[in-house]
């Protein structure tokens, strides 16, 4: 059989980085069947085109996984395939959240011949068997001898052929660039970043989130050879190609137990197998020195951080006051101390939150370490706690906001202001924190730091501002340019007075947390 695994895209981000489900799925499914990839956010496709494809490829099976925000799309797409006579079984947190709507039990029209609920590892295998002989169930549940669900231990982890997947459609060097950073920068004509992940689970529950009712509170984790012999294939495989390759850790909290990531971090470094890497970890458990050692040396250089806000009560109300305000400020500079920036994540619309957030947020921000802030509207997803007390309370407005979903638009009255202003300060928030003036001034703030460093920064900053500004197309990028001219102009000009006295300080030491982003 020929099945076709496809991610819709999410309408934001280009070709980032690929979607792991789709390549461990594939590495899963038995030999004797032939597996296809398309991800929507580096091959878009409308549901004709995608139907086509089909047909013209004799798929005889369509996986299609899906975040809550893409799920209409995938619904959109998931109709025109049945409709085409092939069937389609989803997976992925929306459909294991919300089962019942893909299989139109809950009176809407049905999307999906199956759902694979929760982590699909053991019965994907099985899912493909059904299909090759024309019977699928409607529902796939992973569940041990005792009917008690059963999630994968990651020991043994499965082997993902990076090196033999087509990568070229996540290269995340811009097709115009190649041939002048080919030239100029050897080795660097095209980079990837890959998902890995080393472990699974997450036992703090935050009101908001999905990750703790999906995949459990009890963590667990690959082995530490297994981890380093994946980076030790990504490290050879970009040395034979003469390409980059950047790792992003994918695990919910990558230090969650930190004796465990300790002893990954020094068996990396052991192995000699560094690549620069990108992994989520809260701040509270940032506060170890001998951990951010480690992640220095060990080629950590951007640290996602959930810090949500700068108010304790509105942690304290998300059950996420092990986060501590007082501390970020250290936290970032510890990090920065090292060379290791910030993605700093914080969410507006949070119950104790006024007017003027955006503003009080950015005043504290900015006598930190430059990073990258991002910022969010506090999201009811489906099947959280949060969600639950909004629909208690009567508070939602738009309580499948999935089937029609518009970015930065809330599904709930917040407390203490209204739709229209929560949505206005998050304009603001971007507004202030990627303004010309603002680049400016950060870059200048580590004019202290190696000229790559610097660069790696402007970079990411131009690029990250495309997750609330549209950017898509050389016209939009023109406009960016132009506007950041003068920090642009700086750089250049002191890179090439520089390059006849100095090197950067290695060729992998800084990579910009780069995204191609895209007008929704
Ligand atoms: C990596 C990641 C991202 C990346 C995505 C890019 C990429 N190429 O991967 C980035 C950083 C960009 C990102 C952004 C966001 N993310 Co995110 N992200 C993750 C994260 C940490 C890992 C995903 C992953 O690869 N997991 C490992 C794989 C193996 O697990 P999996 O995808 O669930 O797949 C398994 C099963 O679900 C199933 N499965 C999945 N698909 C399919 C399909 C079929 C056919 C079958 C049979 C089975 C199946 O089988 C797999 C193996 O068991 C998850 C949390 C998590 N731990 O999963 C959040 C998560 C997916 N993200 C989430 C959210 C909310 C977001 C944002 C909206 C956050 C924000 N406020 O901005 C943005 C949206 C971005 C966008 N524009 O789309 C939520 C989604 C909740 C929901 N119900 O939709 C999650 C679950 C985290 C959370 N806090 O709740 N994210
Ligand atoms: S720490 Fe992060 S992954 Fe864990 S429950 Fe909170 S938001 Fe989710």
Known sequence: ???????????????????????LLKTLTPPEHEVLLIDGNARPMNEKQLVSF????????????????????????????????????????????VPDEALGR????????????????????????????????????????????????LQPYPEIPWDKMDLDQFNLVPKVVRPLSEKYGTGWGSVHMIPIESGRGCPYGCEFCTVTGFFGDSIRFRSNESVVNELLRLKNTARKNRSQ??????????????????????DIIAADAQLPWTAQISSNLLRDEELVDLIAASGGRWIFI?????????????????NKPSE????????ARRGIYAITSFIVGLDN?????ADRMLNEIEKWPPGLPIFGLLTPFPATPLYDRLLKADRLTRPTHWLDFAPFKMAHTP?????????????QAWTRSYSPERTESAIESIADKPWDHRLMHLISRLTFRGIYFPQMGKRAWAKVILDNRRSIIRLVREGLRGRRKVKPSSSTATVPFTATVKAE
């Open 415 to 427: 407390l203490k202001m209204s739709i229209d202003e929560a949505q206005a300060e998050v304009r």
């Open 245 to 266: 390759a950047m790792v992003f850790f994918i695990d919910d909290n990558f230090a969650i137990n930190i004796k465990r990531t300790k002893s990954l971090l020094r």
């Open 1 to 23: 059989m020929r099945i076709l695994l496809y991610n819709p895209d999410n309408g934001v981000t280009h070709n980032f980085m690929p979607h792991l489900w789709m390549f």
């Open 106 to 153: 809950n009176g809407g029209p049905r999307h999906a011949d199956a759902v694979a609920l929760g982590e699909a590892d053991e019965t994907w295998p099985r899912i493909v068997a059904d299909a090759a002989r024309g019977q699928l169930n409607d529902v796939y549940l992973p569940l041990d001898e005792n009917g008690k669900e059963r999630k994968p231990s």
């Open 328 to 335: 970020y400020g250290a936290v970032l500079n510890r990090l």
């Open 306 to 322: 959930g810090m949500e806000s700068i108010d304790a009560a509105n942690l304290a109300d998300v059950n996420k006051n092990f």
């Open 353 to 357: 939150d006024t007017v003027g957030v």
């Open 54 to 97: 089909i047909r013209k490829e004799k798929i005889g099976l369509v996986g299609i996984g899906a975040m809550t925000r893409m799920i209409a799309r995938a619904y959109r797409m998931a109709d025109a395939i049945r409709a085409a006579g092939v069937p389609v079984v989803m997976g992925g947190p929306h459909v294991t959240e």
